[in-house]
């Protein structure tokens, strides 16, 4: 049994993740700005057996989220896993999004993922144990029109827990950190974000159901000595064509990547979204884990299985090979 911190904890992956965790038994602390949601997801993980602590905070506020870590600590003992996965963004072209929008974004998705950081680390050096979990985005990677605030965000904290790896590993430190890319997932997101666009936001397809991702980052917490974890298929893809032909990528992403991110159905480009407050603040609605694309999502990824069994494939393949020698070899006498 183990004490867990989830930013982001109120819906979506986050939601996913602390469930993940609290249903192992798992005493999980419940980071985010929802109340509502906080509450569901306390009620959810004390029903599957586990033990959970809903925190009302807002991550891009440092001495917020260094207080509540002193309250885990307090309350549910040391802390044992960090998973940062709260963030927030903009639906629009760049020209659309104004200053202190973008100033926002990268308060709650990039700084917020420090501010968590620092909180964990201070608690956990000392004690030399401990992992950190940054849930990043095949976006981290490989950039797409429409989210110019999240990518960069992305990108910064891809660029931030590679340093700060580096540090641990120079140092000889116990505490681990490691990155799970995801895919494009099924959450409440595309509901709730501010977006400038006419036409309702989507994730690009193929989607994802947000357990596939909770599966991969509970289990990058239990084996955080990789760097990082793919999830999906499509992120393995995307990364890979990234590496080998980014300006292909810019053209292709250029004339497909605005369209592929909405459907047909109209939005209102003044919605406010939850950028400032909450979404379920004012509406006292729980949106969950899941968005509204469930009858487009898949319920599970072989990628992900066979991300995290590398050596099992490595000897499969070498015995198949090894067979294949035998069998000519044999052949030819």
């Excluded at 193929?206 to 298929?233: K, L, M, S, T």
């Excluded at 991110?261 to 603040?281: S, V």
Aim: aromatic share 8%.
């Amino acid at each position: 049994m183990r004490v867990v911190v989830v930013t982001g904890a109120s819906g979506g992956v986050g939601r996913a993740v602390a469930r993940r965790f609290g249903a192992r038994g798992d005493r999980v602390a419940l980071l985010a700005r929802g109340e509502k949601g906080l509450d569901a997801a306390a009620d959810e993980i004390t029903r599957s057996g586990g033990r959970a602590m809903p925190l009302p905070v807002d991550v891009a506020d440092f001495d917020a989220v260094d207080t509540a870590a002193a309250k885990v600590e307090s309350e549910l003992g040391p802390i044992d896993i960090w998973v940062n996965t709260a963030f927030s963004s903009v639906f629009a072209p760049f020209a659309e999004i104004a200053p202190d929008e973008f100033r926002r974004v990268t308060e709650v998705s990039y700084l917020g993922y420090v501010y968590g950081t620092r909180a964990a680390l201070t608690r956990m050096k000392p004690r030399d144990r401990g992992a950190i979990v940054q849930v990043g985005s095949a976006l981290a990677y490989r950039g797409i029109p429409l989210q110019t605030a999240y990518c960069g965000a992305k990108h910064a904290v891809q660029g931030f827990n590679e340093a700060l790896r580096c540090e641990l590993l120079h140092a000889g430190s116990g505490v681990r950190t490691t990155m799970v890319q995801l895919p494009a997932v099924n959450t409440p997101q595309f509901t709730w974000l501010r977006s400038r666009l006419r036409r309702h936001a989507q994730p690009v397809p193929p989607i994802y159901q947000p357990e596939v991702a909770a599966q991969a980052i509970v289990y990058a917490a239990d084996h955080p000595r990789r760097r990082e974890y793919w999830v999906g298929a499509s992120t393995a893809g995307t990364l890979l064509a990234n590496a080998v032909a980014p300006g292909i990528l810019d053209r292709y992403l250029g004339r497909t990547g605005v369209d592929s991110q909405q459907t047909d159905q109209p939005h209102d480009p003044d919605a406010p979204g939850n950028l400032w407050q909450p979404a379920d603040g004012e509406s006292g609605h729980d949106y969950g884990a899941h968005g509204e694309f469930d009858d487009r999502s898949k319920p599970r990824s072989l990628q992900v299985w066979a991300s995290q069994h590398h050596g099992l494939i490595g000897a499969a393949g070498a015995a198949v090979l090894a067979l294949g020698a035998i069998g000519i070899g044999a052949s030819r006498r």
